[in-house]
C-alpha cells in the first residue's frame, strides 16, 4: 500500500473518530436519568415505587421516595436537575435523612407539615410544591412527628418556575449547608452544638445573610438526599451527581481584595464564587506594574449583550464597563480592557486601550483561543514586567503588550503581540506605570469570580545576588579543596603504612 493511500486512511479514520466524539458529547449534554440509574443511586424509601421514564427523566408520583445509597456530610457536593408538576400536597427533596430500617422509616413525604395528619420524619426537607404555600419553598426540620417541625415559608426566587427544569447544588460543610438554585445561593443553614453523631438545632440565613430564624430540632451529621412526591404532585428528576466541594471566592474575600469601582455594586453569591452584574466593577487594591508582579484568576461569564471582562492598569474611578467601545455612546475610561463579552464582537475577546472617551479607544478583536468557552471556568494569568505584560489564558500565552517611553509615570503608547509574536498592532494611548487589575460587568451580561491569586515575586536585588553567587562559589571551591586536602593526607598515611 503506498504512502498517500496510507495517509488518506489515516485521516477518513480520524474524522470518523472526531464525528463519533462530538456525538458522544452532545448525548452527554442532552442526556438524562433513566429508571435503571435509580436503581444504581437510590433505595426504595416510600410506601410505593412510582418510577416512569420521561423524556426529561424520571418521574416519581404516588407516595415515592428515593434516598441515595450513600450518606453525604461534611466536605461533599450534590447536584441534580428537577421540575415538578404544580398541583396538591407535597413534591421535593431532603437532606440529611436517615436510611430507612426495620426500626427507623422517613417517609418525608408524610402528612404533618401543614398537611392535616401526624406521621413521622427525619431529616431536613424542601418542598418545592406545597399545597398550602403557593409559590414558596418551604424548608422544614423534621425528627419525630412532623405536626412539630420547625418550618421556614420562603419565596420562590426571581424568575423560578417549578415546571422547569432547575438545577440544585447542595455544598455541605458538616456544621452548615449551603442550597444554591440555578447557581445563585438561595439559603444557609447554619447548625448548632454536636453530640452523639447529631446537631441540635441552628439558624437559617437567606442568600444575603438575613437571619431567617431558628430550628431546634437534632440533624444527623452524614445522611441521605432523598427525593419524593406525594399524591397528585409529581416530581421529575434530570440528573444526580456527587463530588467533593471545590473552594470558590466569597463576597466576603472580594472585600478584601477589591475596591469598589463601578457605578453599583452587585456581588452575588453563587455555586461557582462572586456574580457581579449590571454596572458593577471591582478593582483590586494591589497595584500592578512592577517588574515580577503576577495573578491568577478564574472568570466564567454569561454571553448577552453589552461588556464583561477585566482590566490591568486601571486607576481609581475608571468605569471600564462604560459605553463607547463599540456599544453606544461615549463614556469616559482608562486603563487596558479585555472584553470577554462583547456584544458587537461574538467569540472574540476585545482588547481596549483607554484614555478618555472610550469611542476613541484603540481596539484589537481577537478570536478565542482554540476550545474557549466564556460560559465555562477559565483561568486567566497576567504576568507584568513593567515595560510589558503577558497574558495567558488556561496556560496558554495569549497576547503580549509591549510599551513604549516612560514619562511622568504614564508609557506612551506600544505594540499588541500575538501568542506567535505576530503584530497585531500599535497604540497611542497612554497606560498608567501602575495600576489596579479590574473586573466588570455592564448590563445584562455577567462575570463570576471563582479565584483571585496574587503571586507576585520580588524582584532579586542584582548585588544581592552577585554577592550570593560569589560566596557560592568561594564555598564550592573551599570544599572541594577541603576534600582534595582530606584525600592526599588519607592516601599519603595509607602509604606510609604499607612502607612500614
Do not use: W
Amino acid at each position: 500500500m503506498s504512502k498517500a493511500r496510507r495517509f488518506k486512511i489515516f485521516i477518513i479514520v480520524c474524522l470518523m473518530i472526531n464525528v463519533l466524539c462530538i456525538g458522544i458529547i452532545t448525548n452527554a449534554e442532552n442526556s438524562v436519568m433513566t429508571v435503571e440509574e435509580t436503581y444504581v443511586i437510590f433505595d426504595k424509601a416510600g410506601a410505593n415505587d412510582n418510577r416512569t421514564q420521561t423524556e426529561n427523566g424520571v418521574e416519581l408520583s404516588g407516595f415515592t421516595q428515593l434516598n441515595t445509597k450513600v450518606l453525604y456530610g461534611e466536605g461533599s457536593r450534590t447536584e441534580f436537575n428537577l421540575s415538578s408538576t404544580k398541583d396538591f400536597t407535597y413534591t421535593g427533596f431532603g437532606l440529611r435523612t436517615p436510611q430507612d430500617s426495620s426500626t427507623l422509616r422517613s417517609n418525608l413525604y408524610g402528612l404533618g407539615r401543614g398537611l392535616g395528619g401526624n406521621e413521622t420524619g427525619y431529616g431536613i426537607t424542601m418542598d418545592l410544591v406545597h399545597e398550602r404555600n403557593a409559590n414558596k419553598i418551604v424548608l422544614g426540620f423534621n425528627h419525630g412527628k412532623m405536626e412539630e417541625s420547625t418550618l421556614f415559608k420562603i419565596d420562590y426566587p426571581s424568575g423560578f418556575d417549578v415546571t422547569t427544569m432547575n438545577k440544585f447544588t447542595v455544598d455541605d460543610f458538616g456544621d452548615s449547608i449551603k442550597v444554591y438554585i440555578n447557581n445563585h445561593l438561595f439559603v444557609t443553614i447554619a447548625f448548632g452544638e454536636s453530640a452523639e453523631g447529631m446537631y441540635v438545632g441552628g439558624t437559617v440565613y437567606d442568600a444575603l445573610g438575613n437571619n431567617l430564624g431558628t430550628f431546634t430540632e437534632k440533624v444527623y451529621k452524614k445522611g441521605c438526599v432523598a427525593f419524593y412526591a406525594r399524591a397528585y404532585s409529581k416530581l421529575t428528576i434530570k440528573s444526580f451527581t456527587a463530588s467533593s466541594i471545590e473552594p470558590v471566592m466569597t463576597v466576603e474575600e472580594t472585600y478584601v481584595i477589591f475596591d469598589k469601582a463601578g457605578y453599583n455594586d452587585n456581588r452575588t453569591q453563587t455555586a461557582n464564587g462572586v456574580e457581579l452584574s449590571n454596572y458593577t466593577q471591582l478593582n483590586t487594591k494591589k497595584q500592578y506594574g512592577t517588574e515580577g508582579d503576577k495573578a491568577e484568576f478564574e472568570l466564567s461569564a454569561t454571553k448577552n449583550f453589552t461588556y464583561a471582562g477585566f482590566g490591568l492598569r486601571v486607576p481609581a474611578s475608571s468605569n471600564l464597563y462604560g459605553n463607547g467601545r463599540g456599544v453606544g455612546n461615549s463614556e469616559a475610561g482608562y486603563g487596558i480592557s479585555f472584553d470577554i463579552v462583547h456584544e458587537k464582537q461574538p467569540n472574540k475577546i476585545v482588547i481596549g486601550f483607554n484614555f478618555g472617551q472610550m469611542s476613541e479607544s484603540t481596539l484589537f478583536n481577537v478570536d478565542y483561543p482554540n476550545a474557549f468557552n466564556v460560559s465555562s471556568v477559565n483561568k486567566f494569568t497576567v504576568e507584568d514586567f513593567g515595560t510589558s505584560i503577558k497574558i495567558y489564558i488556561n496556560d496558554d500565552l495569549f497576547v503580549t503588550i509591549s510599551f513604549e517611553t516612560l514619562e511622568d509615570s504614564m508609557y506612551k503608547g506600544g505594540t499588541l503581540f500575538d501568542a506567535s509574536g505576530n503584530t497585531l498592532g500599535t497604540f497611542s494611548q497612554e497606560v498608567h506605570e501602575k495600576g489596579s487589575i479590574a473586573i466588570y460587568a455592564r448590563a445584562y451580561s455577567t462575570v463570576t469570580i471563582k479565584s483571585f491569586e496574587d503571586i507576585s515575586k520580588t524582584p532579586e536585588n542584582p548585588k544581592t545576588s552577585d554577592n550570593t553567587d560569589v560566596l557560592f562559589s568561594l564555598s564550592i571551591v573551599l570544599v572541594s579543596a577541603l576534600s582534595l586536602i582530606g584525600i592526599y593526607t588519607h592516601k599519603t598515611r595509607e602509604r606510609k603504612r604499607f612502607e612500614l
